[in-house]
């Protein structure tokens, strides 16, 4: 019997995005990957996974697969899991997989009904609500050069206007820095949310002030820290990634 083939695309980018490089350890790239790819995924980027499941198809043992769950959950924040229903959450699936097609609405929005962890549901549907195939050129998806030169200016030149600073958006490290953000889903109105944030609490303070630099401010350790501080979470308990 022919079966017919699916597919799971990853981006190249995922292995120069300087969050993974400097924080997955080599099980972690490995098994984050899984995640996306396995079987097991589709459209809404929230399927059931047992611990069982995964250890028999990574060939990780049980506590193994136990430890990277609970890594990739609390450490990296890239997922959310219920071990009740045994269901695995990609937080950052949609920005890359949903479009706002009346024809995609339809099947994704049957699998988010078939979702049995309700905070899970809630958070599904809100983020549809919040997807915007419009902000797409704001994503360093493709490799136009100027554009790429475009957004690099704005960041760096915005962080100089409100810091006082003389930053050089040429500068290589800046700009992997601003690319790995960026290609997590991040958007330019993002990075503006956290210098503004920080300025407002470090310019005037002089021990602080020398910390107003991009590889500061957009490193992968504290970039979402910087852009949600203040905020509140929803009465789920989430913090919705927008």
Request: glycine share 2%; with cysteine.
């Amino acid at each position: 019997m022919e079966i017919m083939a699916i597919y799971r695309t990853i981006q190249m980018s995922f292995w120069t995005d300087s969050k993974v490089i400097d924080d997955f350890s080599i099980k972690d790239r490995y098994f984050f990957l899984y995640l996306l790819t396995n079987p097991h995924t589709n459209l809404c980027g929230c399927y059931e996974l047992s611990i069982q499941q995964a250890a028999n198809e990574t060939g990780y043992s049980k506590d193994i697969v136990e430890k990277l769950i609970d890594k990739m959950e609390q450490t990296h924040k890239v997922i959310r899991y219920s071990r009740p229903t045994k269901e695995i959450l990609i937080l950052n699936w949609g920005k890359y997989n949903w479009t706002k097609s009346p024809k995609f609405k339809k099947p994704l929005f049957e699998e988010i009904k078939s979702v049995k962890n309700t905070d899970f549901v809630d958070f599904l549907r809100e983020m549809y609500e919040k997807c915007d195939t419009k902000s797409a050129p704001h994503l360093l998806r493709d490799n136009r050069k100027d554009e790429k030169e475009k957004i690099y200016k704005e960041i760096i030149d915005y962080l100089n206007t409100k810091a006082d600073k003389r930053f050089s958006c040429q500068t290589k490290a800046y700009r992997e820095y601003i690319n790995g953000r960026i290609n997590e889903g991040y958007t330019i109105d993002d990075f503006k949310k956290v210098i503004d944030n920080k300025v407002s609490e470090w310019k005037d303070n002089e021990k602080m002030n020398r910390f107003l630099k991009p590889n500061t401010l957009f490193a992968p350790s504290h970039f979402d820290e910087y852009l949600n501080q203040g905020k509140m979470k929803n009465n789920k308990g989430f913090e919705l990634m927008i």
